[in-house]
């Protein structure tokens, strides 16, 4: 994929047709499943049936773009090897996919903003796509660029979460509690453990050639949306936190309460 005129072409057909896909799957394939599949769907209220078909697209796109990101930062020496200027081809297809997916929840979120809408998402998506852009037109960053899609691993556990909460699992319950602890300790180790190493990383950057060749608007986009993006997890870290420690300090009091009655 060229980082001219045909390859961005390329990459935004590829946005599309990202953009396409997710709303086939949020509207028909999601719905479709969910009644044949799941015993509780039927009966959930029009609004949570709106989130749980948004949640289970977020839950493919996190799996395919996390799963890929992985693969490229293991796997992808050009890129691995130049952080700034590497080439860019895998990771343009992985964030044409990931931007074709924001656009679709950014719609889902201004059409259904009763039942999905949030401050902290709007400001995350429009970060992401924000300092994205340079990485389709430009091929710029790719690195960088990559390294945060690893952070969409933690999302089906938060999806999970949900799911159980809507079917009424209580908190107690064996699979909610491992999920609980999944969610929180995937949620540290990709989104929170990793910023100290990333911006040492971006620190390492700075004066060097590749750098200045960015030029100021590239630097602003990633040096910003950076920022952005790492404050909003922080407060999504705290908020998980907090529920984990709910979830197992009453599946504690639960096991409690059960043993005192076998005396």
């Known amino acids: 994929m060229a980082r001219g005129p045909a390859g961005m072409d ?3 057909m590829i946005v599309v047709g990202s953009f396409l896909v997710f ?3 949020f509207h028909i394939i999601t719905p479709r499943l969910s009644t044949l599949l799941s015993w509780g769907y039927k009966n959930l209220s029009q609004e949570q049936k709106t ?4 949640r289970c697209v977020s839950t493919i796109h996190a799996v395919v773009v996390g ?3 992985l693969y490229i930062l293991w796997f992808d020496d ?3 090897r130049d952080h700034i200027w590497g ?3 895998l990771v343009k297809v992985n964030i044409a996919i990931a931007s074709g997916y924001l656009i679709n929840d950014l719609l889902l979120l201004l059409r259904h903003w009763k039942t999905l809408g949030d401050r902290f998402f709007i400001s995350h998506h429009l970060a992401a796509l924000y300092a994205y852009q340079y990485v389709l037109a430009r091929g ?3 690195y960088f660029a990559n390294f945060r899609l690893i952070a969409e691993l933690s999302t089906p556990f938060v999806n999970q979460r949900w799911f159980f909460e809507v079917l009424q699992f209580p908190r107690s319950t064996r699979l909610v509690v491992l999920n609980g ?6 949620f540290f180790l990709v989104r929170i453990a990793v910023i100290p190493s990333y911006y040492l990383k971006v620190a390492s950057t700075f004066g060097t050639a590749a750098f200045h060749r960015l030029g100021l608007g590239p630097q602003c986009a990633w040096i910003i949306s950076s920022v952005v993006l790492d404050i909003l997890n922080t407060i999504w870290m705290y908020k998980i936190a907090r529920g984990c420690w709910k979830i197992l300090f009453t599946s504690q009091k639960h096991r409690k309460a059960e043993l005192s009655k076998s005396f």
Do not use: F, I, R, T
Request: include cysteine; proline fraction near 11%.
């Open 87 to 89: 080439d860019p081809k």
């Open 51 to 54: 989130e749980w078909d948004s």
């Open 181 to 186: 602890v999944a969610m929180s300790v995937s």
């Open 23 to 25: 709303q086939v799957l």
């Open 78 to 80: 050009p890129v691995n």
């Open 67 to 69: 799963g890929l990101a």
């Open 140 to 142: 710029l960053l790719p």
């Open 10 to 12: 390329v990459c935004y």
